[in-house]
C-alpha cells in the first residue's frame, strides 16, 4: 500500500515579506515628504513658515533672540475685567476678578542692538493665565492695521525692504513693483509718515488688528479686534528728540516710570458689523463700531528678557482660552506657524549655548 499523499501546502502568498516591507517603505517614503513639505525642504516655490522667517533673518539672524521685535524687556503685572466684558464673552478671564499677567515690550526689527527711538513700530505682548489653566496670548503692534492682506504680501514686504548692498537702502525699483502688485501697502506707509511718534511704551496704543470671535455664555459669536489703548496721556517724541535719544532710550524711560508706579491700559473691544472685513488685518473698521472697555492691564514691573521669564515665551495669538477663537485671517494662522519656527530656531540655539549675550 502507498502512503497517504502529504497535506497540501498553505498558499505561499502570505510568506513571502517583499510586499509588506515595500508598503513600510512606501509609506516611511510618504512621511519623509510630508515632513520635508510642511518642513520647508521641498517645494520651493510654496511659502512656508521657515521661508517666511528666513525673509525676515534676511541672511543675518541673531542667535538666541526672537526673529523679530527681538529687542525687549520681560514685564509683569495683572488684568481685572470690567463688568461689561462678562456679557462679551464667556472666556474664564472676563469672570474672574484678577488675572495674572506676564509679557514683554519690545520695538519692532530683527536688530537686538537697534536704537529704540528710532523704531517706528512698537509692541506689547501678553500671557494671561486663568485660575483653571487656561492662557490668553496676544501680540499687538502700535500700528492700527497691517501693511498686507496676505502671508504671501509680507513675504514680498520683506524681499522689496531689503536693504540693497550698494547704497544701504532698499532697491526703489523692487518697491515699487512690491506697491502695485500689493497696493494696501501704501496706507500702511502713509501711516508710518504721518503718525505722531509717543514718548514711551506706556503712552503708546497696541493694536491686535487680526479679528477673532467672542463667545458669550448664549453661545452667541460676534467679531471683535481689540486694543490696549494706554491711560498715560499721549506726549509726541520729536524729530530731534529721536535723533539724540539713548540707545535704550525706551528701556530707561520705562524704569524710570515704574519707580514712579503700575502703569495701565484698557483694553478696548471693537465689534464688527455685517461685512466689515473679518480675515483682511490690512483693512480698518469704520471708526463709529461699537466699542466696550473690557478691563484694564496694569503692569508693575518689569525684568530683562536675557533672563526674565519672557524669554521662553512664543507670544502665539492663536493661543486662545475657550470662550475666544479664531477668524479665518490667513496672517494669523501664518504668525502661528512663523512663530514657532522663530521660537524653535532661539530656543535650540539657547540650549546649544551660542546664544551669545540673549542668555546672559
Ligand atoms: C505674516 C505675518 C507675520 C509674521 C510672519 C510675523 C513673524 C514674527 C516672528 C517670527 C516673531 C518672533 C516670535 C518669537 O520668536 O517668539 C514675531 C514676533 C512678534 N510679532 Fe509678528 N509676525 C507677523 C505679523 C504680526 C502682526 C500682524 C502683529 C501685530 C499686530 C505682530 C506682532 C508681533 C509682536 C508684538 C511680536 C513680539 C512678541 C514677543 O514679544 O515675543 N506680528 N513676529
Redesign the pocket.
Known amino acids: 500500500m502507498s502512503s497517504p499523499p502529504p497535506d497540501p501546502l498553505p498558499p505561499t502568498t502570505s510568506t513571502a515579506p517583499w510586499p509588506a516591507l515595500v508598503a513600510i517603505a512606501t509609506l516611511l517614503l510618504v512621511l519623509a515628504a510630508a515632513f520635508a513639505w510642511v518642513g520647508g525642504w521641498i517645494g520651493r516655490d510654496r511659502l512656508t ?1 521657515p521661508r ?2 528666513d525673509a ?1 533673518e534676511g541672511g543675518k539672524p541673531y542667535p538666541g ?6 529687542k ?1 524687556v520681560c514685564v509683569a503685572g495683572y488684568f481685572e475685567p470690567s463688568a461689561q466684558a462678562a456679557r462679551l464673552s464667556r472666556a474664564r478671564v472676563f469672570h474672574q476678578p484678577r488675572t495674572a499677567v506676564q ?4 520695538i ?1 526689527g530683527a536688530d537686538p542692538h537697534a536704537l529704540d527711538a528710532q523704531a517706528r513700530v512698537r ?3 501678553l500671557l494671561l493665565k486663568t485660575d483653571d489653566g487656561q492662557e490668553w496670548r ?4 502700535s ?1 492700527p492695521f ?1 501693511a ?1 492682506a496676505t ?1 504671501a504680501g ?2 514680498a514686504q520683506l524681499l522689496a525692504s531689503r536693504p540693497d548692498p550698494a547704497t544701504g537702502k532698499p532697491d526703489p525699483a523692487r518697491m515699487a513693483a512690491f506697491l502695485a502688485e500689493y497696493p494696501e501697502a501704501k496706507r500702511f506707509q502713509a501711516w508710518a509718515k504721518s503718525a505722531a511718534w509717543s514718548s514711551s511704551w506706556a503712552n503708546t496704543a ?5 479679528a477673532f470671535r467672542f463667545i458669550d455664555a448664549a453661545g452667541r459669536e460676534r467679531f471683535v479686534r481689540w486694543s490696549m489703548q494706554p491711560q498715560a496721556p499721549f506726549e509726541p517724541l520729536g524729530d530731534a528728540e529721536r535723533e539724540h535719544a539713548d540707545a535704550d532710550y525706551l528701556h530707561e524711560d520705562l524704569q524710570a516710570r515704574l519707580q514712579q508706579g503700575p502703569l495701565r491700559w484698557n483694553l478696548v473691544v471693537t465689534e464688527a458689523a455685517a461685512g466689515d472685513p473679518v480675515d483682511d ?1 490690512s483693512q480698518a473698521w469704520p471708526e463709529d463700531r461699537p466699542q466696550h472697555v473690557a478691563g484694564v492691564l496694569v503692569l508693575e514691573r518689569s525684568q530683562p528678557q536675557a533672563t526674565g521669564p ?1 524669554r521662553d ?5 492663536t493661543v486662545v482660552p475657550e470662550g475666544i477663537a479664531l477668524s479665518d485671517d490667513p ?2 494662522a ?2 502661528a ?3 514657532a ?3 524653535h ?2 530656543e535650540r540655539e539657547t540650549a546649544r549655548g551660542d546664544a551669545g549675550e540673549a542668555t546672559r
Open positions: 513658515a517666511l522667517v525676515i533672540f526672537r526673529r523679530a521685535h527681538s525687549g509679557g514683554r515690550l519690545s519692532g509692541s506689547l505682548a496676544m501680540a499687538m503692534n500700528f497691517f498686507v502671508p509680507f513675504h497696541y493694536n491686535g488688528v487680526n488685518p519672557c515665551v512664543n507670544y502665539d495669538p496672517i494669523l501664518a504668525r506657524a512663523a512663530y519656527v522663530s521660537f530656531r532661539r
